[in-house]
Nanobody, 120 residues
Framework: QVQLVESGGGLGQPGGSLRLSCAAS????????MGWYRQAPGKERELVAT??????TYADSVKGRFTISRDDPKNTLYLQMNSLKPEDTAVYYC???????????????WGQGTQVTVSS
């Protein structure tokens, strides 16, 4: 099995910064795409940023403020969030595309979610 553990959420001030982490463990043969999503109250879950081994993409709403990165030896995904805005308030989820070391099949796995609240 594959487990994802998120950390780093909490309360941030407008204009401030937070850094999220998502550590993957378990029966991992390899990891391909990784991404961050968020869901605000009353809204659908939306894509924030994705990263493959060669490129990253961002939602227009976070471009220039958020940076996604990955540490492959540690199977860990990060999201550096700068210039925070109240509209960034949401539960943030990581999603990781993993090739299982037992079956060699690919699957998508989600983290448990971490709350980010931006308020003064």
């Amino acid at each position: 099995q594959v487990q994802l553990v998120e950390s780093g959420g909490g309360l941030g001030q407008p204009g401030g910064s937070l850094r999220l982490s998502c550590a993957a463990s378990g029966t991992i043969f390899s990891i391909n795409a990784m991404g961050w999503y968020r869901q605000a109250p009353g809204k659908e879950r939306e894509l924030v940023a994705t990263i493959t081994r060669g490129a990253s993409t961002y939602a227009d709403s976070v471009k220039g403020r958020f940076t996604i990165s990955r540490d492959d030896p540690k199977n860990t995904l990060y999201l550096q969030m700068n210039s925070l805005k109240p509209e960034d308030t949401a539960v943030y989820y990581c999603k990781v595309q993993v090739r299982d070391s037992r079956t060699y099949s690919w699957g998508d796995y989600w983290g448990q979610g971490t709350q980010v609240t931006v308020s003064s």
